[in-house]
T-cell receptor, first 110, second 114 residues
Framework: DAKTTQPNSMESNEEEPVHLPCNHS???????IHWYRQLPSQGPEYVIH???SNVNNRMASLAIAEDRKSSTLILHRATLRDAAVYYC???????????FGQGTRLTINP | DGGITQSPKYLFRKEGQNVTLSCEQN?????MYWYRQDPGQGLRLIYY???????QKGDIAEGYSVSREKKESFPLTVTSAQKNPTAFYLC?????????????FGPGTRLTVT
């Protein structure tokens, strides 16, 4: 299984941007990077995914480094509802499953 | 409303009893998954199914069994052979099993065995 490394926790303030880093140094050229988040006592929720170029959707942006060994999930304007555990997942091409690490626990201060 | 339903939200059982957790989806997805989550940990894959009447073991299948007789249903049985069954169980589905398919998760069932 492909391994990712994320900080255990991060803290930010409401209405400020948040940059959540992820290292995936063993990534191969065809692996996708997926991000999910999990609110307390709920199932995970898909956030975004990408392969090479930066990606945007209504929830967040994903910036992937040129060498693809790291990526950053960007929440442009954090709200209290963004407080969750964020998981970065490196999915091997053809893999049938997601492998969840410990994730980053994001705290948003009012 | 399309989505994944898991029931019940909380389940209590005595040690030595088998228990079946329900998972239903109306998203017309081919692939379905069962994960287990322990406190403070990430999710671990128990079983997954890419298509009706077919399923594969995940990383921690021992002590669990599944069936996939209908596309929309993927029940999980926690047997008495599972040594530490108390956990939060999550069901998910995706259009297909693969690296580009977004997975949709249910609300989870919290199982407590005493």
């Amino acid at each position: 299984d492909a391994k990712t490394t994320q900080p255990n926790s991060m803290e930010s303030n409401e209405e400020e941007p948040v940059h959540l880093p992820c290292n995936h140094s063993t990534i191969s050229g065809t692996d996708y990077i997926h991000w999910y988040r999990q609110l307390p006592s709920q199932g995970p929720e898909y956030v975004i995914h990408g392969l090479t170029s930066n990606v945007n959707n209504r929830m967040a942006s994903l910036a992937i480094a040129e060498d693809r060994k790291s990526s950053t999930l960007i929440l442009h304007r954090a709200t209290l509802r963004d407080a969750a555990v964020y998981y970065c997942i490196d999915i091997i091409q053809g893999a049938q499953k997601l492998v969840f690490g410990q994730g980053t626990r994001l705290t948003i201060n009012p | 409303d399309g989505g994944i339903t898991q029931s019940p939200k909380y389940l209590f059982r005595k040690e030595g009893q088998n228990v079946t957790l329900s998972c239903e989806q109306n998203l017309n997805h081919d692939a379905m998954y069962w994960y287990r989550q322990d406190p403070g940990q990430g999710l671990r894959l128990i079983y997954y199914s890419q298509i009706v009447n077919d399923f594969q073991k995940g990383d921690i299948a021992e002590g669990y069994s599944v069936s996939r007789e209908k596309k929309e249903s993927f029940p999980l049985t926690v047997t008495s052979a599972q040594k530490n069954p108390t956990a939060f169980y999550l069901c998910a589905s995706s259009m297909s099993a693969g690296d580009r398919a977004e997975q949709y998760f249910g609300p989870g069932t919290r199982l407590t065995v005493t």
